[in-house]
């Protein structure tokens, strides 16, 4: 399946049923975004009684093989990440590097950045997830630490929660 094509997914059903209780339950691959956005809410409202007001905004750090928009060049996106600032942490969703341009400091600079971002606005603890054949010494080398592993996530792999508290500049 393309890039393109998993954006725009249809949701498909998985099952249906009614319980004894007489609620009505439904399982969907690719729920549509209300649905998703209504269970996001309910919890969002329920963490808000335990521990009061929280921000959240979603980061977006990029690089580009091209100068800039502004001189009329064209630009194309050659490595990104994506996370989250919620709570007093950042969260690392992805990073990606185009194997071209690997090797060549790009990861260290979107992290360096995005560490900047979230220390910018008071957070200096961050979290992410990665996987034994995608960039663990990457991330160790960067200061994060191994806190859990989840063994056969995928199948043969392993699966590593990190973390780096207290990030100082």
Known sequence: ?????????????????????GLSYEALENPPDDLARAVTRGLFSYNTT??????????????????????????????GLIGD????????????V????RGR????ALMRRAEEV?????IVNIH????????LPFYQKLGYEVF????????????YYLKKQGAAE
């Open 1 to 21: 399946m393309s890039e393109n094509e998993s954006e725009q997914a249809q949701s498909a059903p998985l099952g249906a049923w009614t319980a004894q209780d």
């Open 50 to 79: 335990k521990i009061g007001e929280s921000s959240y905004a979603q980061l977006g750090v990029f690089a580009y093989d091209g100068a800039g928009a502004e001189d009329g060049e064209q630009r194309t996106v050659i490595g």
């Open 85 to 96: 600032l919620v709570w007093d942490w950042l969260h690392i969703d992805a990073l990606w």
């Open 98 to 101: 185009d194997e071209a341009y």
């Open 105 to 108: 400091g790009v990861g260290g």
């Open 118 to 122: 979230a220390r910018a606005r008071g």
């Open 128 to 135: 992410l997830e990665t996987t034994s054949f995608q960039a």
């Open 148 to 159: 859990a592993e989840l063994p056969n996530k995928p199948k043969g792999s392993t699966w």
